[in-house]
């Protein structure tokens, strides 16, 4: 169930980065040309303005064992990103008791992306699959193409958005929903493994510095069922974050609880008593 749980993170941390998107409000697009030269000049701006930023979110995942909810800490400076995710695993079911609380860190130091994690106690270099599918969504309006078509309009909650349709099947979702004066991510649509359609829905937007926007809740829909939502309790931007918060060597994790090693004596230790308790029982039943 870790696996599961750790791999559900991973992609989770990507979709909720997507939340981190900030859009100033301005006039009408009239065509893709224009819209991409205007997401370029808007996002060049944002990069020279926001230096880094820090958002402190609680995330409700949907797992096939029942709800996880997780405390989330993102930090962003430049190219490189961190997220602390603390879970506690006693909601987890069939889990044994004092498993307490689990903390994964997952880094991305500008060159490689790497999980850190209480419950293994150890450091892992995540794959460069990882890497490049977190590049190709934090980045995701650049990577924009010429082939992209704009075919029409449609309202997403009370935002008029145009609909854009992707070509390119490398790029991270099939179509986008751009609010029509600011150009705000609203909704992202793509194709999961299995082929099923994974939704994002941004909404509950607010300016966090001058006309710069975000949304304060992040839904993740696969085929219509609900994988996730994000609120966002609290954010911090400029506060001049330091670059040993992104070095993966330099990251101190403290264990709540049982790690691995304890849960796997834990559980086997439970299982011997259970099978001694039946064993006894078919005794006293003879």
């Avoid at 309790?233 to 070095?247: R, T």
Wanted: aromatic fraction near 8%.
């Amino acid at each position: 169930m870790g696996k599961r749980i750790n791999h559900m993170g991973v992609r989770v941390v990507v979709l909720a980065f997507m939340s981190l998107v900030f859009v100033a409000s301005q006039g009408l697009t009239k065509d893709l040309s224009s819209m991409l030269k205007e997401l370029q000049a808007k996002y060049a701006k944002f990069e020279e303005e926001i230096k880094d930023m820090s958002i402190m979110q609680e995330t409700k995942v949907v797992t096939p064992e029942g709800e996880m909810v997780s405390k989330i800490e993102m930090l962003r400076k430049g190219e490189k990103f961190r997220m602390d995710t603390a879970m506690d695993m006693s909601q987890a079911p069939d889990m044994p008791e004092g498993m307490g609380e689990m903390k994964t860190i997952v880094i991305y130091d500008g060159k490689d992306m790497w999980m850190i994690s209480s419950f293994t106690g150890k450091k892992k270099k995540l794959s460069g699959e990882h890497k490049k599918q977190y590049q190709r969504e934090r980045n995701w309006w650049k990577l924009i193409s010429e082939k992209a078509k704009i075919v029409g309009t449609e309202k997403v909650g009370k935002r008029l958005c145009y609909v854009v349709e992707m070509e390119d099947k490398e790029y991270p979702f099939t179509r986008l929903w751009l609010d029509k004066t600011s150009l705000v991510l609203v909704k992202g649509e793509s194709k999961g493994k299995e082929g099923e359609t994974i939704l994002l829905i941004n909404s509950d937007f607010k300016k966090i510095k001058g006309d710069w926007e975000r949304p304060y809740k992040t839904e993740v829909y696969s085929d219509g069922k609900l994988m996730s939502t994000s609120l966002v309790k609290s954010m911090k931007i400029n506060k001049g974050l330091s670059d040993e918060l992104f070095d993966p060597n330099k990251v101190k994790i403290k264990r709540k609880g049982f790690g691995m090693r304890e849960m796997m004596k834990q559980m086997i230790q439970e299982e011997a008593e259970d099978r001694l308790l039946e064993e006894a029982e078919e005794a006293i039943g003879k």
